[in-house]
C-alpha cells in the first residue's frame, strides 16, 4: 500500500510506500487522517489557507472480503470546529482505491485554477476542468460518467464547497450511481473547494493490488461475523436509520422545534413505517447496500409519485434534523430537501441545525418547506449573501442573529438526539475531539460498548461516561479498518478485528493491541486540538440544555461540568 501526495500548486506527484516498519503500517482511514494531520498541519493554520491538507483515505481491512470495510474517510482542518475533523463515507470509490494498492491520497497546497484529478493503472493525472465548474453534484456525475464511463468511482464537491461555505460536504457516488453518500460533517468540503479541485474520478483496476496472507484464515474469521450481521440485523436492513423516528420520538428525545421539544404531534407522517410504504408503493428500492462489501444493507432509493428518482438514502439524522426539528411533516418535502443537499454538497445535519435557529429567530416560518428549498436551490447555489448566512452553519448563523439557543458544540451543529434524554449521547457530544459527533460514540438507545458491563438506564447518569468513552474508543477502530460503525462498537468485536487484521497481514495482535490503536487515535487527535486552543475547557454542552427541560420528559442535562473536563484523564487507566 503507498501514500499519494499531490501538491496542487506544482502539480508534482510523489508516492510514499507504507512498509511494515512504517508508523502507518496499522493505520488506515481515520487513524491515518488523523495521524498526517497532526504531524503536518499547522494547529494554528487557516482552515481553508494554503497550508491545511486535506486527507482521503482508505481502512486497514479496505479491499478485503470483510462486511461493511469499504468506507473512505476524509480528513483536514475542520472550517467548522477550527480542530481536527474526520467523516467518513460509503459508496464506490473506497474499493477502488484500494485495489490500487492506494491507502491514502493527500492533497497539498492550492490550485489556482479548477481541477479535476484522474487515477488510470499507473497513471494519476491533474486536469484543468472549468467547465465543471458551479455544477451540482447530480449533472457534475452524469457529465464525468459520460467521459470516464459509467463504472467509475467519484469523489466531489458541489458549489458550497467551490464557495468554501463551512458546512459544505465531500461526495461519493453510490452503487447506484447517484451522488448520494457523503462524507459530510466538518465542513471538509469546504477544504476540498480551497485546494480547487472538483472531483477526483478513479477508472476501475483491472488486477488488484490487495493482498491477504492467509484467505483461508481470514475467511474463518469475516464470514461467520458476516452471517451474524445479516441474520440479526433483518429488520434494520428493511427499514434502515428512519426505524428510528418513531421510537425516538416516543423517548421525547428527538430534536423537534430547535430542541423546544423531544417529541414531535405529526411524527406518524414522517415515520420510518411511512417512507417504507411510500418507497414499496411506487417502486422505489429498500435494503441497498451503501459500499460493496455491506451485508446490511439498511439504504433506501426514493422515487416521487411520478417514478423519478428523489434521493437515495433517506436517513434518520436527515429526517430529523429537516422534519420534526423544522416542523416539517412531509416525505416528500424531506427527500427533496435531502436531493437539494447532495447536490449542491452541504451536511443534511448542519444545515437542518442552521435552518432550526433562524426559524427559531423568527426569519423563517416553522414548517415552511419551500423556503427551504429556495434556501439550498437559490441563495446556496448562488452563492448570495442568504446563502452564506445558511451554508457556513449553525454555530455562525446563530450568533449572526443572536440566537439564544445555538445547538453546536465546538463550533459544529448537534445531531438528531437531544443529550438531556440521551445521557451518554449528550457525553459524546461534549468530549468529542470532533465536536458534536454521534458518530464518534453512538450511544443509541439499545446499543452497549461490552456484553459484560452494566452502563445503566439510557436517561440516567449512571455509567454513561464509561459507556461514551469506550464507545469512542471502539468507534475510532472501526474507522481506522474503514468499518460502517453499524457492524458494532463493541469489546466482543475487538477480538473479531484483531484476527481479521491478523490474517490479512500476517501479525499477532490480541483484542488489547486494538483496543491501543484506538486509544492513540483519540490521544493524537485531542493533541492537535490542544495546539489548536481546542482544549478540554471546552468540553461542554450550551447552556440551555442545562436550565430548560426537555419536554415531554422533563429532564435536563446534568453532568458535571469539571468531570466534562477530566474526561479523557481515563486515557491511561481506564479497564475495558
Same mark, same amino acid.
Given at each position: 500500500?503507498?501514500?499519494?501526495?499531490?501538491?496542487?500548486?506544482?502539480?508534482?506527484?510523489?508516492?510514499?510506500?507504507?512498509?511494515?516498519?512504517?508508523?502507518?503500517?496499522?493505520?488506515?482511514?481515520?487513524?491515518?487522517?488523523?495521524?498526517?494531520?497532526?504531524?503536518?498541519?499547522?494547529?494554528? =493554520?487557516?482552515?481553508?489557507?494554503?497550508?491545511?491538507?486535506?486527507?482521503?483515505? %482508505?481502512?486497514? #481491512?479496505?479491499?478485503?472480503?470483510?462486511?461493511?470495510?469499504?468506507?473512505?474517510?476524509?480528513?483536514?482542518?475542520?472550517?467548522?470546529?477550527?480542530? *481536527?475533523?474526520?467523516?467518513?463515507?460509503?459508496?464506490?470509490?473506497?474499493?477502488?482505491?484500494?485495489?490500487?494498492?492506494?491507502?491514502?491520497?493527500?492533497?497539498?497546497?492550492?490550485?489556482?485554477?479548477?481541477?479535476?484529478?484522474?487515477?488510470?493503472? %499507473?497513471?494519476?493525472?491533474?486536469?484543468?476542468?472549468?467547465?465543471?465548474?458551479?455544477?451540482?453534484?447530480?449533472?457534475?456525475?452524469?457529465?464525468?460518467?459520460?467521459?470516464?464511463?459509467?463504472?467509475?468511482?467519484?469523489?466531489?464537491?458541489?458549489?458550497?464547497?467551490?464557495?468554501?461555505?463551512?458546512?459544505?460536504?465531500?461526495?461519493?457516488?453510490?452503487?447506484?450511481?447517484?451522488?448520494?453518500?457523503?462524507?459530510?460533517?466538518?465542513?471538509?468540503?469546504?477544504?476540498?473547494?480551497?485546494?480547487?479541485?472538483?472531483?477526483?474520478?478513479?477508472?476501475?483496476?483491472?488486477?488488484?493490488?490487495?493482498?491477504?496472507?492467509?484467505?483461508?484464515?481470514?475467511?474463518?474469521?469475516?464470514?461467520?461475523?458476516?452471517?451474524? #450481521?445479516?441474520?440479526?440485523?433483518?429488520?434494520?436492513?428493511?427499514?434502515?436509520?428512519?426505524?428510528?423516528?418513531?421510537?425516538?420520538?416516543?423517548?421525547?428525545?428527538?430534536?423537534?422545534?430547535?430542541?423546544? $421539544?423531544?417529541?414531535?404531534?405529526?411524527?406518524?407522517?414522517?415515520?420510518?413505517?411511512?417512507?417504507?410504504?411510500?418507497?414499496?408503493?411506487?417502486?422505489?428500492?429498500?435494503?441497498?447496500? =451503501?459500499?460493496?462489501?455491506?451485508?446490511?444493507?439498511?439504504?433506501?432509493?426514493?422515487?416521487?409519485?411520478?417514478?423519478?428518482?428523489?434521493?437515495?438514502?433517506?436517513?434518520?439524522?436527515? @429526517?430529523? #434534523?429537516?422534519?420534526?426539528?423544522?416542523?416539517?411533516?412531509?416525505?416528500?418535502?424531506?427527500?427533496?430537501?435531502?436531493?437539494?443537499?447532495?447536490?449542491?454538497?452541504?451536511?443534511?445535519?448542519?444545515?437542518?441545525?442552521?435552518?432550526?435557529?433562524? $426559524?427559531?429567530?423568527?426569519?423563517?416560518?416553522?414548517?415552511?418547506?419551500?423556503?427551504?428549498?429556495?434556501?439550498?436551490?437559490?441563495?446556496?447555489?448562488?452563492?448570495?449573501?442568504?446563502?452564506?448566512?445558511?451554508?457556513?452553519?449553525?454555530?455562525?448563523?446563530?450568533?449572526?442573529?443572536?440566537?439564544?439557543?445555538?445547538?453546536?458544540?465546538?463550533?459544529?451543529?448537534?445531531?438528531?438526539?437531544?443529550?438531556?434524554?440521551?445521557?451518554? @449521547?449528550?457525553?459524546?457530544?461534549?468530549?468529542?475531539?470532533?465536536?458534536?459527533?454521534?458518530?464518534?460514540?453512538?450511544?443509541?438507545?439499545?446499543?452497549?460498548?461490552?456484553?459484560?458491563?452494566?452502563?445503566?438506564?439510557?436517561?440516567?447518569? +449512571?455509567?454513561?461516561?464509561?459507556?461514551?468513552? +469506550?464507545?469512542?474508543?471502539? /468507534?475510532?477502530?472501526?474507522?481506522? @479498518?474503514?468499518?460502517?460503525?453499524?457492524?458494532?462498537?463493541?469489546?466482543?468485536?475487538?477480538?473479531?478485528?484483531?484476527?481479521?487484521? %491478523?490474517?490479512?497481514?500476517?501479525?499477532?495482535?490480541?483484542?488489547?493491541?486494538?483496543?491501543? *490503536?484506538?486509544?492513540?487515535?483519540?490521544?493524537?487527535?485531542?493533541?492537535?486540538?490542544?495546539?489548536?486552543?481546542? /482544549?478540554?475547557?471546552?468540553?461542554?454542552?450550551?447552556?440551555?440544555?442545562?436550565?430548560?427541560?426537555?419536554?415531554?420528559?422533563?429532564?435536563?442535562?446534568?453532568?458535571?461540568?469539571?468531570?466534562?473536563?477530566?474526561?479523557?484523564?481515563?486515557?491511561?487507566?481506564? +479497564?475495558?
Amino acid at each position: 500500500m503507498k501514500i499519494i501526495r499531490i501538491n496542487l500548486e506544482s502539480n508534482e506527484i510523489n508516492y510514499e510506500e507504507i512498509s511494515r516498519d512504517s508508523k502507518y503500517f496499522l493505520l488506515g482511514a481515520r487513524g491515518l487522517t488523523s495521524q498526517i494531520v497532526n504531524d503536518e498541519v499547522p494547529p494554528n =493554520c487557516d482552515p481553508l489557507g494554503t497550508k491545511n491538507k486535506l486527507i482521503i483515505a %482508505n481502512g486497514i #481491512l479496505a479491499g478485503s472480503p470483510f462486511p461493511n470495510s469499504a468506507r473512505t474517510s476524509i480528513g483536514a482542518k475542520s472550517p467548522l470546529t477550527n480542530g *481536527i475533523k474526520e467523516a467518513n463515507v460509503g459508496g464506490r470509490p473506497a474499493m477502488m482505491l484500494a485495489r490500487y494498492g492506494i491507502r491514502a491520497i493527500v492533497l497539498e497546497n492550492q490550485s489556482a485554477d479548477l481541477k479535476i484529478i484522474s487515477i488510470h493503472e %499507473n497513471q494519476i493525472k491533474i486536469l484543468p476542468e472549468e467547465e465543471y465548474k458551479g455544477l451540482g453534484n447530480y449533472k457534475l456525475h452524469k457529465k464525468l460518467k459520460n467521459t470516464y464511463g459509467d463504472k467509475i468511482g467519484i469523489y466531489s464537491i458541489g458549489p458550497a464547497g467551490e464557495f468554501m461555505m463551512r458546512a459544505a460536504s465531500v461526495a461519493a457516488n453510490d452503487l447506484e450511481g447517484y451522488p448520494s453518500r457523503h462524507a459530510a460533517r466538518g465542513g471538509l468540503g469546504a477544504v476540498m473547494g480551497s485546494k480547487n479541485v472538483k472531483a477526483i474520478v478513479i477508472i476501475p483496476p483491472k488486477v488488484s493490488r490487495v493482498k491477504i496472507h492467509d484467505i483461508k484464515k481470514f475467511r474463518e474469521v469475516s464470514k461467520p461475523f458476516a452471517q451474524n #450481521l445479516a441474520n440479526t440485523k433483518q429488520v434494520f436492513s428493511t427499514f434502515g436509520t428512519p426505524l428510528m423516528m418513531r421510537p425516538m420520538n416516543e423517548y421525547g428525545g428527538i430534536p423537534t422545534k430547535n430542541f423546544h $421539544m423531544g417529541s414531535f404531534d405529526k411524527i406518524e407522517n414522517i415515520t420510518g413505517e411511512k417512507l417504507h410504504e411510500i418507497v414499496t408503493a411506487r417502486g422505489g428500492k429498500k435494503r441497498l447496500a =451503501c459500499i460493496p462489501t455491506c451485508v446490511i444493507k439498511c439504504s433506501n432509493l426514493v422515487l416521487d409519485k411520478y417514478g423519478n428518482h428523489i434521493t437515495s438514502s433517506l436517513e434518520y439524522e436527515t @429526517m430529523a #434534523l429537516n422534519g420534526t426539528n423544522l416542523l416539517i411533516d412531509d416525505i416528500d418535502s424531506l427527500a427533496k430537501i435531502d436531493h437539494l443537499c447532495d447536490d449542491v454538497g452541504i451536511d443534511t445535519i448542519e444545515f437542518g441545525g442552521t435552518v432550526g435557529v433562524a $426559524m427559531d429567530c423568527g426569519k423563517i416560518d416553522w414548517g415552511n418547506a419551500e423556503r427551504v428549498f429556495e434556501i439550498l436551490d437559490t441563495e446556496i447555489r448562488n452563492n448570495t449573501a442568504e446563502g452564506q448566512l445558511y451554508g457556513n452553519g449553525v454555530k455562525i448563523i446563530g450568533k449572526t442573529l443572536k440566537a439564544q439557543r445555538i445547538p453546536e458544540v465546538k463550533g459544529q451543529g448537534i445531531s438528531a438526539y437531544d443529550c438531556r434524554v440521551f445521557k451518554a @449521547m449528550g457525553v459524546t457530544y461534549a468530549t468529542s475531539p470532533m465536536g458534536a459527533d454521534h458518530t464518534s460514540g453512538a450511544a443509541i438507545a439499545g446499543r452497549v460498548a461490552s456484553q459484560h458491563k452494566n452502563y445503566g438506564e439510557l436517561t440516567k447518569n +449512571e455509567n454513561k461516561f464509561d459507556l461514551s468513552f +469506550e464507545l469512542q474508543i471502539y /468507534t475510532a477502530v472501526l474507522d481506522s @479498518m474503514g468499518c460502517c460503525y453499524f457492524i458494532g462498537p463493541s469489546y466482543e468485536n475487538m477480538e473479531i478485528i484483531a484476527n481479521a487484521i %491478523n490474517a490479512m497481514y500476517n501479525l499477532n495482535l490480541t483484542r488489547d493491541d486494538v483496543i491501543k *490503536i484506538g486509544i492513540n487515535i483519540i490521544r493524537t487527535e485531542l493533541e492537535f486540538n490542544e495546539k489548536a486552543g481546542i /482544549t478540554h475547557e471546552m468540553n461542554d454542552i450550551p447552556e440551555f440544555f442545562r436550565t430548560e427541560s426537555s419536554e415531554p420528559t422533563g429532564l435536563k442535562y446534568t453532568f458535571d461540568k469539571d468531570d466534562l473536563k477530566a474526561f479523557w484523564s481515563r486515557l491511561d487507566t481506564h +479497564e475495558f
